[in-house]
T-cell receptor, first 110, second 116 residues
Framework: GQQVMQIPQYQHVQEGEDFTTYCNSSTTLSNIQWYKQRPGGHPVFLIQ?????EVKKQKRLTFQFGEAKKNSSLHITATQTTDVGTYFCAPSGSARQLTFGSGTQLTVLP | DAGVIQSPRHEVTEMGQEVTLRCKPI?????LFWYRQTMMRGLELLIYFNNNVPIDDSGMPEDRFSAKMPNASFSTLKIQPSEPRDSAVYFCASSLTRTGTNEKLFFGSGTQLSVL
């Protein structure tokens, strides 16, 4: 599978602050998916990005795919305690298998 | 839809014992994935089936691990003999894969395996 680096590994924010996690690849990606895993839970699909420069929004979440399709980001505006969890990017390659980044563990302090 | 169903939810066993994890994918999905999650190694893809055929098992740690998918509605992951370093959460996921696209994965609740 394609390897990606996800940063930061951990992020603590005060409730109401913004949060961003980045996913970087040394190779061009076909597409990229984002998942959220709550503590003690399983990964849940959030979104898939396919096009170069694509930007998608889901309420307070904004997802971007870089112009060169080598990086992606997830930005959360005005975090809430319900945003707590680990966010994973998962680039998918031609083999049609998904390998996951190391994840960013978000803690939101009330 | 019941989602992806895994059993058991928790398994505690002793080193050397055989462990079998089970998965029922979502009806109609044609791809099935087994992942292992640990603090140290994160979420690792072990094996991937498409239309019940193993496509890529390069992530399977060693010969002690084996996976089967006898039909479209059932898969097993077996560890024999088990070792303490196999302790992890094992997730099964399924998706509907169409030609040229990667569809989203639906994960089961996982099996927490502890090998003493």
């Amino acid at each position: 599978g394609q390897q990606v680096m996800q940063i930061p590994q951990y992020q603590h924010v005060q409730e109401g602050e913004d949060f961003t996690t980045y996913c970087n690849s040394s190779t061009t990606l076909s597409n990229i998916q984002w998942y959220k895993q709550r503590p003690g839970g399983h990964p849940v699909f959030l979104i898939q990005l396919v096009k170069s420069g694509e930007v998608k929004k889901q309420k307070r979440l904004t997802f971007q795919f870089g112009e060169a399709k080598k990086n992606s980001s997830l930005h959360i505006t005005a975090t809430q305690t319900t945003d707590v969890g680990t966010y994973f990017c998962a680039p998918s390659g031609s083999a049609r298998q998904l390998t996951f980044g190391s994840g960013t563990q978000l803690t939101v302090l009330p | 839809d019941a989602g992806v169903i895994q059993s058991p939810r928790h398994e505690v066993t002793e080193m050397g014992q055989e462990v079998t994890l089970r998965c029922k994918p979502i009806s109609g999905h044609n791809s099935l994935f087994w992942y292992r999650q640990t603090m140290m190694r994160g979420l690792e893809l072990l094996i991937y089936f498409n239309n019940n055929v193993p496509i890529d098992d390069s992530g399977m740690p060693e010969d002690r691990f084996s996976a089967k998918m006898p039909n479209a509605s059932f898969s097993t992951l077996k560890i024999q003999p088990s070792e303490p370093r196999d302790s992890a959460v094992y997730f099964c996921a399924s998706s509907l894969t169409r030609t040229g696209t990667n569809e989203k994965l639906f994960f089961g609740s996982g099996t927490q395996l502890s090998v003493l």
